[in-house]
Structures are given as structure tokens and as C-alpha cells.
């Protein structure tokens, strides 16, 4: 069995930042890029900052 691997270019990561900002759900957004659900998941969990020392800079 072949599998592939495509990883998501800049444009593809930039959709995903701007939609999830704009509260997007992580399905809506797998479904609108074509890109399995775990992908997402893991692109928008990479992309969070959470500051405790100063939470206003958390995001």
C-alpha cells in the first residue's frame, strides 16, 4: 500500500489561521481544505501561545 504525504503550504496554513480566528470549526475548515480532520486539529494546536505570566499576550 502507498501512502502519501502533501503538507500544507503557506497558503493552505494561512486560510486555516484567518478562518479559525474568525471561529471557523476545525470540520468546516477540514472540509473546505479537503485536508483530514487531524491535520487541522494539529496545525491549530501548534499555533497557540499560552503566556501565564501574562495571559492578555496569549493567542
Not at 500500500?1 to 489561521?17: G, P, Q, Y
Not at 472540509?31 to 483530514?36: C, G, N, P, Q, T
Amino acid at each position: 500500500m502507498k501512502r502519501t504525504c502533501s503538507h500544507l503550504d503557506l497558503n493552505e496554513r494561512c486560510r486555516i489561521a484567518r478562518w479559525h480566528e474568525a471561529g471557523l470549526s476545525v470540520d468546516i475548515i477540514a472540509e473546505k481544505l479537503r485536508r483530514h480532520l487531524s491535520t487541522i486539529f494539529r496545525r491549530v494546536r501548534r499555533n497557540v501561545c499560552i503566556d501565564k505570566e501574562g495571559p492578555e499576550l496569549s493567542g
